[in-house]
């Protein structure tokens, strides 16, 4: 059976905060799977491929959908 938990809003968030969820930490869509983890994972030296082995509830996709748009906020924010 396919996996049918969304891992996108609408507007193509891949991360979202809700105050029902981790007590409204930013998580990745469908997962309770806080971006901070990630950011501390790729920080302590660890690969993307071992965050994924470690979340399997994460997609890839949603990572690499996250890492362009935090590039792209912070671009339009010094710019």
């Known amino acids: 059976m396919a996996?049918?938990?969304p891992t996108m809003l609408p507007d193509?968030?891949?991360?979202h905060s809700d105050p029902e969820i981790l007590?409204?930490?930013p998580v990745f869509v469908g997962t309770?799977?806080?971006v901070t983890t990630l950011i501390k994972?790729?920080?302590g030296g660890y690969s993307l491929?071992?965050?994924l082995d470690n979340f399997p509830s994460v997609r890839r996709e949603?990572?690499?959908?996250?890492?362009?748009?935090?590039t792209q906020a912070l671009?339009?924010?010094?710019?």
């Open 3 to 5: 996996d049918v938990r």
């Open 12 to 15: 193509g968030s891949v991360v």
């Open 23 to 25: 007590s409204g930490t």
């Open 32 to 34: 309770r799977v806080p």
């Open 41 to 43: 994972y790729l920080e």
């Open 49 to 51: 491929g071992e965050f």
């Open 62 to 70: 949603q990572v690499n959908a996250f890492l362009e748009q935090a």
């Open 75 to 79: 671009l339009t924010r010094v710019a």
